[in-house]
């Protein structure tokens, strides 16, 4: 990792005492980078919170083929630009299957009744509209088993509170008690809103 400073030209500053002067900034962004985990990476991909190696092979059929205990994915593409769009397929059909198992489990425990539930391209792990609709990221069948709960816990107590209320946090912790700290585990991972493999 590199840090890059850049002073505005013809004028003398004292580059020391300006990083002196950052210093916990600098400090706090570089552990931030350090502690978070990446989906997906140029070679990996995490799914359920264990990293597959991707193993590309070139062929004229399309194939995604995941080897959890052998920990690879096996990806056939005539193309390499196209291991994105088979490694988002795969991701989307996974977490809609997870997501309607895990809503109907979960929903007689909390009381709840939902509407409609989708699976999307989001930027969050998962919303609820006031209408009770939920959507949750198509990148969610990526994480641990803990973190992938605790989102599907989290939006369904919104259909009981549709804030975070201490009545939304008594509700969740009647379901999911250390649910302070699978939100903080999820903190520090970043789902990725361009795959960027090249
Ligand atoms: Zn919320």
Not at 3 to 9: A, D, K, M, Q, T
Not at 81 to 99: D, G, I, P, Q
Not at 112 to 117: A, E, I
Request: glycine content about 6%; hydrophobic content about 40%; some cysteine.
């Amino acid at each position: 990792m590199t840090l890059e400073i850049s002073v505005p030209r013809g004028k003398s500053i004292d580059i020391e005492a300006l990083i002196r002067e950052r210093l916990s900034w600098i400090d706090r962004e570089y552990s931030r980078s350090v502690n978070t985990k990446r989906i997906l990476g140029p070679d990996r991909v995490m799914f359920g919170g264990q990293y597959l190696q991707m193993v590309y092979i070139e062929d004229l059929k399309e194939e995604l083929a995941p080897n959890l205990s052998r920990g690879e994915v096996v990806i056939r593409t005539g193309e390499r630009r196209r291991v994105r769009e088979l490694v988002r397929r795969w991701f989307l059909k996974e977490t809609s299957a997870y997501v309607v198992r895990k809503v109907r489990e979960f929903s007689p425990l909390l009381g709840v009744r939902p509407g409609r539930v989708d699976v999307r391209e989001i930027s969050k792990w998962g919303y609820c509209t006031r209408s009770g609709r939920l959507s949750f990221n198509w990148q969610l069948i990526a994480l641990p088993e803990r973190l992938r709960e605790y989102v599907v816990f989290h939006e369904l107590t919104h259909l009981f509170e549709f804030n975070h209320s201490a009545a939304f946090k008594r509700k969740l912790a009647s379901i999911c008690p250390e649910f302070r700290n699978r939100e903080r585990e999820l903190n520090q991972i970043a789902p990725y809103d361009r795959m960027v493999l090249e």
